[in-house]
C-alpha cells in the first residue's frame, strides 16, 4: 500500500521501531512532521540517538523530537510526560540550533516529565563497572536510575525546576538514599565517575558528602530558567489537539525489542518503548492513534550493548569486538572488510560501515547481523503490519542475503508459561526471554542479492526483481503492510509508490 493511502484520514500516526532501535524512525518522524500540526515523543531520555539529513545536513538528537526541524507555521512539538529528561542535554541541544539560527519556539516540555540529575549517571555509570559480568551495556545517561527513582516515588520532575524550594527539598531526600549507597562505592571510582562533563566535569563532586547539593541546585536553577518559557501540561495540550482533530504525529525511542514490559529483559532500556509506553508517555489513549507505523531494517539488524542476538554475524566474536574500546570506526576502516566476505565477523564489520552502524549516543560500533522474522512477527504481534523498511541500500552489493525464518531450539528443557521447549523445538515467532533466546539456533533462507544501486529508485516497480522477490517472501512470511521503502538516508530516499 502506498503511504498517502495509509495516511488517508488519519489523525494520529505513531513512528515506532520493530527491532532493537536505530532502525530510521527519525527520517520517517522528520517526513511525517510536515503534515503534521503537532510531534511528540513520550518515552526514553538522552539515550536515544536521532539521525536526520535534511538538504544535505546531517542532524543529531537526543531529546528534542525529530520534527524540531520543522519547527514552523506554529507546529508544536512535545517532549511528553514519560521522557526522562536531563535538562542539561536540552538544553545543550537548544543552543546548537539557536547558534545555526532555527526557530525552536514550538518547544514544550511537558512539566510532569522525569528529571534525570546528575546522580543517576553516576549511578548508572558505576552499576556498569562494578557489576563484573552483569553489564547491560546501558548508554550511562541515567535512564535506568531516574526511572527507578519514578517508580520507587523518590523521583523529581521538570516542573520542580521551577520551584526552588521544592527542588531544594525533594533533592535532600532523594540525595540522602543515594549517598548512603555511594557510601559503599569505591571512592576514587566516584569522584573519578563524576569528573566527566557529562556530569558537570566535577562540580557535583564533595570530598565529605560524596555529591554537593548546593552545587546542583545552583546548576539547575540555571537550567530550570533557561527552560521555564516552554515548560507546560503537554497531556492537556495533546488532548485538546486530538478533540480539535489536528494531526498529532508521535515519535517513539529505541526499539520494542528494547522495552522494559515487551523487550528482552534485562537487556533493555528502562522505559516501555512500544506503542502502548509511546501512546502513555504522551498522556493519550492508545484507542486514539489511528495508525502505527512500525521501522523495521531489513535486511539486516543492529543492536547496541549487551543482549541476545540469534542472527549476529560472528556471533560471540562480534559481541565481544563490539564491546572492545578499541573498536571504532577508524579502526574498521582500516581493516577494509568486505560485504562479501567468507569470515562473518569481517562482512557484518562491512555492513556496519556501509550503514554508518555506529551509536549516535556513545559511538559504539553496532552489532550486526541478518534480520530475524521469529523477533518481526513478535514485534508485529504488537504493533500491527504496517511498516516502513529502512536501509535497504546498505545491502546493494551483498551477493546472498541469508533471513532467518525460524529458530530450532537447542537448549535444556524450559517452561514458557505451559509450554514445554525442549531441544529441537521449531518456534517461527521469539520469546523475548534470554533463557530461550541464547539457545536458539536460526534457520536461514538464503536469497540472492539484487547487485544494483538502489538510492536513485523511487518506484517499487524499479527495484531490482530480486529485491522485489526477498520484499514477497518477506510479506508471505510475515504478513507485512508495507507502506514506504526507505533506501537512503537523506529525506528524498523514499520510495512512496
Ligand atoms: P539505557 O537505555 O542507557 O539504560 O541502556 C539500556 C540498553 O538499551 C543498552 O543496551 C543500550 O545500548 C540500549 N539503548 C538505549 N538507547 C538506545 C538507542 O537509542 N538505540 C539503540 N540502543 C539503545
Ligand atoms: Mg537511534
Not at 550511562?140 to 520507587?152: F, K
Given at each position: 500500500?502506498?503511504?498517502?493511502?495509509?495516511?488517508?484520514?488519519?489523525?494520529?500516526?505513531?513512528?515506532?521501531d520493530n527491532?532493537?532501535?536505530?532502525?530510521?524512525?527519525?527520517?520517517?518522524?522528520?517526513?511525517?512532521?510536515?503534515?503534521?500540526?503537532?510531534?511528540?515523543?513520550?518515552?526514553?531520555?538522552?539515550?536515544?540517538?536521532h539521525?536526520?539529513?535534511?538538504?544535505?545536513?546531517?542532524?543529531?538528537?537526543?531529546?528534542?523530537?525529530?520534527?524540531?526541524?520543522?519547527?514552523?507555521?506554529?507546529?508544536?512539538?512535545?517532549?511528553g510526560?514519560?521522557?526522562?529528561?536531563?535538562?542539561?542535554?536540552?538544553c545543550h541541544?537548544?543552543?546548537?540550533?539557536?547558534?545555526?539560527?532555527?526557530?525552536?519556539?514550538?518547544?514544550?516540555?511537558?512539566?510532569?516529565?522525569?528529571?534525570?540529575?546528575?546522580?543517576?549517571?553516576?549511578?548508572?555509570?558505576?552499576?556498569?563497572?562494578?557489576?563484573?559480568?552483569?553489564?547491560?551495556?546501558t548508554?550511562?545517561?541515567?535512564i535506568?536510575?531516574?526511572?527507578?527513582?519514578?517508580?520507587d516515588?523518590?523521583?523529581?520532575?521538570?516542573?520542580?525546576?521551577?520551584?526552588?524550594d521544592?527542588?531544594?527539598?525533594?533533592?535532600?531526600?532523594?540525595?540522602?538514599?543515594?549517598v548512603?549507597?555511594?557510601?559503599?562505592?569505591?571512592?576514587?571510582?566516584?569522584?573519578?565517575i563524576?569528573?566527566?562533563?557529562?556530569?558537570?566535569s566535577?562540580?557535583?563532586?564533595?570530598?565529605?558528602?560524596?555529591?554537593?547539593?548546593?552545587?546542583?541546585?545552583?546548576?539547575?536553577?540555571r537550567?530550570?530558567?533557561?527552560?521555564?518559557?516552554?515548560?507546560?501540561?503537554?497531556?492537556?495540550?495533546?488532548?485538546?489537539?486530538?478533540?480539535?482533530?489536528?494531526?498529532?504525529?508521535?515519535?517513539?525511542?529505541?526499539g520494542?525489542?528494547?522495552?522494559?514490559?515487551?523487550?528482552?529483559?534485562?537487556?533493555?532500556?528502562?522505559?516501555?518503548?512500544?506503542?502502548?509506553?509511546?501512546?502513555?508517555g504522551?498522556?493519550?489513549?492508545?484507542r486514539?492513534v489511528?495508525?502505527t507505523?512500525?521501522?523495521?531494517?531489513?535486511?539486516?539488524?543492529?543492536?547496541?550493548?549487551?543482549?541476545?542476538?540469534?542472527?549476529?554475524?560472528?556471533?560471540?566474536?562480534?559481541?565481544?569486538?563490539?564491546?572492545?574500546?578499541?573498536a571504532t570506526?577508524?579502526?574498521?576502516?582500516?581493516?577494509?572488510?568486505?560485504?562479501?566476505d567468507a569470515?562473518?565477523?569481517r562482512?557484518?564489520?562491512?555492513?556496519?560501515?556501509?550503514?554508518?552502524?555506529?551509536?549516535?549516543t556513545?559511538?559504539?560500533?553496532?552489532?550486526?547481523?541478518?534480520?530475524?522474522?521469529?523477533?518481526?512477527?513478535?514485534?508485529?504481534?504488537?504493533?500491527?503490519?504496517?511498516?516502513?523498511?529502512?536501509?535497504?541500500?546498505?545491502l546493494?552489493?551483498?551477493d546472498?542475503?541469508?533471513?532467518?525464518t525460524k529458530?530450532?531450539?537447542?537448549?535444556?528443557?524450559?517452561?514458557?508459561?505451559?509450554?514445554?521447549?525442549q531441544?529441537?523445538?521449531?518456534?517461527?515467532?521469539?520469546?523475548?526471554?534470554?533463557?530461550?533466546?541464547?539457545?536458539?539456533?536460526?534457520?536461514?533462507?538464503?536469497?540472492?542479492?539484487?547487485?544494483?544501486?538502489?538510492r536513485?529508485?523511487?518506484?517499487?516497480?524499479?527495484?531490482?526483481?530480486?529485491?522485489?522477490n526477498?520484499?514477497a517472501?518477506?510479506?508471505?512470511?510475515?504478513?507485512?503492510?508495507?507502506?514506504?521503502?526507505?533506501?537512503?538516508?537523506?529525506?528524498?530516499?523514499?520510495?512512496?509508490?
Amino acid at each position: 500500500m502506498k503511504l498517502s493511502d495509509w495516511l488517508r484520514n488519519a489523525r494520529v500516526v505513531a513512528v515506532v521501531d520493530n527491532q532493537f532501535g536505530d532502525t530510521g524512525k527519525g527520517k520517517f518522524v522528520d517526513l511525517l512532521a510536515e503534515r503534521s500540526d503537532v510531534i511528540a515523543r513520550g518515552t526514553g531520555g538522552a539515550n536515544a540517538g536521532h539521525t536526520v539529513c535534511c538538504n544535505g545536513r546531517r542532524f543529531s538528537f537526543h531529546l528534542l523530537p525529530s520534527g524540531i526541524l520543522c519547527d514552523a507555521d506554529g507546529k508544536v512539538n512535545i517532549i511528553g510526560n514519560g521522557v526522562a529528561v536531563d535538562p542539561r542535554v536540552v538544553c545543550h541541544e537548544l543552543d546548537t540550533l539557536a547558534d545555526m539560527g532555527m526557530s525552536t519556539n514550538g518547544l514544550r516540555v511537558a512539566y510532569n516529565a522525569k528529571l534525570v540529575l546528575p546522580q543517576h549517571l553516576l549511578l548508572d555509570r558505576i552499576r556498569e563497572r562494578a557489576m563484573a559480568g552483569g553489564q547491560l551495556g546501558t548508554t550511562g545517561r541515567g535512564i535506568g536510575p531516574a526511572y527507578r527513582d519514578h517508580y520507587d516515588r523518590l523521583g523529581l520532575t521538570v516542573n520542580d525546576l521551577l520551584n526552588v524550594d521544592v527542588f531544594v527539598c525533594k533533592l535532600r531526600r532523594n540525595l540522602e538514599e543515594k549517598v548512603s549507597i555511594l557510601r559503599h562505592v569505591d571512592s576514587d571510582l566516584v569522584r573519578h565517575i563524576l569528573s566527566h562533563d557529562h556530569l558537570g566535569s566535577g562540580r557535583f563532586y564533595h570530598s565529605t558528602h560524596v555529591i554537593d547539593e548546593d552545587a546542583i541546585v545552583q546548576e539547575y536553577r540555571r537550567f530550570g530558567l533557561r527552560l521555564a518559557h516552554y515548560v507546560t501540561d503537554t497531556d492537556a495540550l495533546i488532548r485538546q489537539a486530538v478533540y480539535d482533530d489536528k494531526r498529532v504525529l508521535l515519535e517513539g525511542a529505541q526499539g520494542i525489542l528494547l522495552s522494559i514490559d515487551h523487550g528482552t529483559y534485562p537487556y533493555v532500556t528502562s522505559s516501555d518503548c512500544s506503542i502502548h509506553g509511546l501512546a502513555r508517555g504522551v498522556g493519550l489513549p492508545q484507542r486514539v492513534v489511528d495508525r502505527t507505523l512500525g521501522i523495521t531494517k531489513a535486511f539486516y539488524m543492529t543492536r547496541v550493548g549487551e543482549g541476545p542476538f540469534p542472527t549476529e554475524l560472528g556471533r560471540e566474536r562480534s559481541a565481544a569486538w563490539c564491546r572492545d574500546a578499541t573498536a571504532t570506526r577508524e579502526a574498521e576502516t582500516a581493516q577494509q572488510p568486505d560485504i562479501n566476505d567468507a569470515d562473518e565477523l569481517r562482512q557484518g564489520m562491512a555492513i556496519r560501515q556501509r550503514g554508518d552502524e555506529y551509536g549516535t549516543t556513545t559511538m559504539r560500533p553496532r552489532r550486526t547481523g541478518w534480520l530475524d522474522v521469529p523477533f518481526l512477527r513478535y514485534a508485529m504481534n504488537i504493533h500491527g503490519c504496517d511498516m516502513a523498511l529502512t536501509m535497504i541500500d546498505v545491502l546493494d552489493d551483498c551477493d546472498v542475503i541469508k533471513v532467518c525464518t525460524k529458530y530450532f531450539y537447542q537448549g535444556p528443557d524450559y517452561y514458557i508459561g505451559d509450554r514445554l521447549l525442549q531441544a529441537g523445538t521449531i518456534l517461527t515467532t521469539a520469546y523475548p526471554d534470554v533463557n530461550v533466546l541464547t539457545h536458539c539456533q536460526p534457520h536461514y533462507k538464503h536469497l540472492p542479492g539484487w547487485n544494483t544501486l538502489t538510492r536513485d529508485i523511487r518506484k517499487r516497480e524499479h527495484l531490482p526483481l530480486n529485491l522485489q522477490n526477498l520484499i514477497a517472501a518477506l510479506i508471505q512470511w510475515t504478513s507485512a503492510n508495507i507502506v514506504a521503502i526507505s533506501v537512503g538516508p537523506d529525506r528524498e530516499q523514499t520510495i512512496l509508490q
